[in-house]
């Protein structure tokens, strides 16, 4: 007998938190690691990438 499909639970919020945590982890980790302007460099390709993907998903 099949069993019924369910309703899942949302799951964005804590895995936006987390990405968070762990991207703060990260940068925190470069800034300590290789100093500040390596952290303000990794910030600004990450924010480059983001764009790129926001521009090519973007519906023309």
Do not use: C, D
Request: proline share 5%; aromatic share 12%; glycine share 4%.
């Amino acid at each position: 007998m099949a069993r019924p499909i369910k309703s899942v639970e949302n799951y964005t919020t804590p895995a936006l938190v987390m990405a968070w945590v762990n991207l703060f982890g990260l940068l925190t980790l470069i800034w300590v690691v290789f100093g500040f302007a390596a952290a303000l460099l990794a910030v600004w390709v990450i924010n480059r990438a983001i764009s790129q993907l926001e521009a090519r998903t973007r519906p023309h």
